[in-house]
């Protein structure tokens, strides 16, 4: 069975499988639970391997740019990749921009000539209620909700692959889908 899954890299990293219909199978936070960092780190690996199955289609967003924590974000997002291959999976990638456009988020609030840049908080929120509007789909975790939104592009990304259309067809969800289409050509 072919699941679609969607991996937000994080300490808590967020965790969605769905299913070939878009029923959700999974959706949960995965954590190394020692005090200590690197054992903390392998124990985080650990539990992404054991989640992963064999026939998983798979999208894992992209390292963020601003984060302050640069090293320990380097060293879980590779982690987490070489857990993939590791399991003799491959692949995709979503641009953090990308998973938040997927769901019409900008970044931006305010009018022209007068916008301004959302601040952690209020990008959080702002996703947190676009996957409301859009999917009906709510958690806790915001890493959870970010790998929702990426399963769903793992699932589409598919679909659209196999030539079976997209279930979302917002313009910038086709846009997210095929952008990361044409990367991999």
């Known amino acids: ?3 679609f899954v969607g991996i937000d890299p994080a300490t808590k990293t967020g965790f969605v499988a769905l299913d070939e219909q ?3 199978l999974i959706a949960k936070d995965l954590a ?3 005090k200590e960092d690197i ?3 392998v124990e985080l690996e650990n539990e992404v391997y054991r989640h992963l199955k064999n026939e998983d289609e798979i999208v894992i967003e992209g390292t963020p740019f601003d984060t302050q924590k640069a090293i320990t974000a380097g060293m879980i997002h590779g982690g987490v990749r070489t857990m993939v291959v590791r399991k003799g999976l491959t692949f ?3 641009a953090p921009n990308a998973v938040k456009k997927y769901v019409g988020v900008t970044g931006w609030v305010g009018e022209p000539g007068s916008k301004r840049r959302l601040k952690d908080k ?3 929120e702002a996703m947190k209620e676009a996957v409301q509007q859009h999917f009906g789909f709510t958690h806790k975790s915001n890493n959870v909700v970010d790998a929702y939104v990426i399963a769903r592009i793992a699932w589409n ?4 692959r196999e030539l079976l259309g997209m ?6 969800q086709l846009e997210v889908v095929r952008d990361i289409l044409n990367a991999k050509s």
Request: glycine content about 8%; aromatic content about 8%.
């Open 39 to 41: 054992q903390k780190l």
């Open 122 to 124: 209020e990008k959080k």
């Open 22 to 24: 878009g029923n959700i």
């Open 92 to 94: 995709n990638q979503a």
């Open 157 to 160: 990304l598919y679909r659209e």
């Open 167 to 172: 279930i979302d067809r917002m313009p910038y």
């Open 32 to 34: 190394g639970k020692s």
């Open 1 to 3: 069975m072919i699941r």
